[in-house]
Nanobody
Framework: QVQLVESGGGFVQPGGSLRLTCVASGFPFSRTGMNWYRQTPGKERELVTSISTTNIQTTHADSVLGRFTMSRDNSKNTVYLQMSSLKPEDTAKYFC?????????WGQGTQVTVSS
């Protein structure tokens, strides 16, 4: 059974930083690419960034270029999203995602709120 469990969200002031964590289980993590999405109410989920099995990050959302860094630790079956210089428009629920057994697999999400 695939499980993705996110944590690390919270409330932060503009300009602040947060690190999100996603712990994975139930699939061959080291051989699987991983993604972070985010979603705000009434909008579709947005692909933010991806990381390959060889630890190469691809940023898909131009708005986070230079501010968000995704990494992985295969020894811990964990991916991270380090977010810095946060802006109010980064406020969203952030989801960990992968494809396993031909299906989309999602975590429950973690809320990030950026506000003064």
């Amino acid at each position: 059974q695939v499980q993705l469990v996110e944590s690390g969200g919270g409330f932060v002031q503009p300009g602040g930083s947060l690190r999100l964590t996603c712990v994975a289980s139930g699939f061959p993590f080291s051989r699987t690419g991983m993604n972070w999405y985010r979603q705000t109410p009434g909008k579709e989920r947005e692909l933010v960034t991806s990381i390959s099995t060889t630890n190469i990050q691809t940023t898909h959302a131009d708005s986070v270029l230079g501010r968000f860094t995704m990494s992985r630790d295969n020894s811990k079956n964990t991916v991270y999203l380090q977010m810095s210089s946060l802006k109010p428009e980064d406020t969203a629920k952030y989801f960990c995602h992968t494809m396993s057994r031909g299906q989309d697999q999602w975590g429950q999400g973690t809320q990030v709120t950026v506000s003064s």
